[in-house]
């Protein structure tokens, strides 16, 4: 089992910035990728970002330029930094974990709340 805190959310004004953090309870043994995933009111889930075991990142077409996702293997975290943060960016945030090779997102994290105002 792995334990994923997502952490940093809050409330901001349309235009600034937030760093969202997901700490992992254990150093998992396997290659594994870590994404974040938003969802708002009344919608679906959606995808916002992923980062690959090898460092490779993805990007969901309405963030890409604005948010940047990164890890630190040595402290089990993953951050999304999002800037030029827009209200439809309004949103619970959540991190999740895949094994390597497999379609799975297998873990997920509580989520934490982003409210950007206009």
């Known amino acids: 089992q792995v334990q994923l805190l997502e952490s940093g959310g809050g409330l901001v004004q349309a235009g600034g910035s937030l760093r969202l953090s997901c700490a992992a309870s254990r150093r998992t043994f396997s290659s594994y990728n870590m994404g974040w995933f938003r969802q708002a009111p009344g919608k679906e889930r959606e995808f916002v970002a992923a980062?690959?075991?090898?460092?490779?990142?993805n990007y969901a077409d309405s963030v890409r330029g604005r948010f940047t996702m990164s890890r630190d293997d040595a402290k089990n975290t993953v951050y999304l930094q999002m800037n030029s943060l827009k209200p439809e960016d309004t949103a619970v945030y959540y991190c999740?974990?895949?094994?390597?090779?497999?379609?799975?997102?297998?873990?997920w994290g509580q989520g934490t709340q982003v409210t950007v105002s206009s």
């Open positions: 999740a974990h895949q094994d390597a090779g497999t379609p799975t997102w297998n873990y």
């Open positions: 980062v690959t075991w090898s460092g490779h990142t």
